[in-house]
């Protein structure tokens, strides 16, 4: 029994770890597909024929990206925050060790709400039918996307370690 409870946390980390690797390739693919788009845009504009949809498909790009990040962000600590708590904190390490679990805990909790607020608006967007107006491309998805996102996010905030980075896989 202690064997499997040792090894648990790591499996948790290791399972976090290709979570965060997941959504990571994910920003990557919607980056490189926002530069892909950004640059025919521009080449075929000097032709007279811009892309179609070029505006909505960014938008829809960058929102993958942002939601695709969060997890890593969330994983490595990195979100921006006001550093006058972690001045005294880092005085005293009770403190500093209180704060970061109330930070995760918190983390959790809006994470969550963010889930299934985003849920909910998936669900009215594919109800409705709702579609980018030139690409004719379903908007619920990407509230779902993001909605997985935010869990994966709720996740990684339980093992997140202030500027970790590689070692945390």
């Known amino acids: ?7 648990s946390p790591s499996s948790a980390r290791s399972l976090v770890g290709r979570l965060d690797m997941a959504f990571a390739i994910a920003a990557g693919l919607a980056l490189l597909a926002m530069a892909i788009v950004a640059f025919l845009d521009v080449v075929f504009r000097s032709f007279n024929r811009p892309v179609t949809g070029a505006y909505e498909l960014t938008a829809i790009l960058v929102a993958l990206t942002v939601f695709a990040a969060l997890p890593g962000v969330t994983r490595r600590d990195e979100h921006v925050r006001a550093g006058m ?3 005294l904190a880092r005085r005293k390490p009770v403190l500093d060790s209180g704060m970061r679990w109330l930070r995760r805990l918190l983390l959790v909790a809006l ?12 669900q009215t967007f594919h109800r409705a039918g709702d579609l980018a107006p030139f690409i004719d491309l379903p908007l ?11 869990v ?18």
């Open 1 to 7: 029994m202690s064997d499997r409870q040792s090894a």
């Open 111 to 122: 994470f969550a709400y963010l889930a299934v607020t985003l849920v909910r608006m998936g």
């Open 152 to 169: 994966a996010s709720a996740i990684c905030a339980c093992f997140s370690q202030r500027g970790a980075g590689a070692e945390l896989g």
């Open 140 to 150: 619920s998805w990407v509230a779902w996307f993001g909605a997985a996102s935010s």
């Open 85 to 87: 708590l972690s001045m």
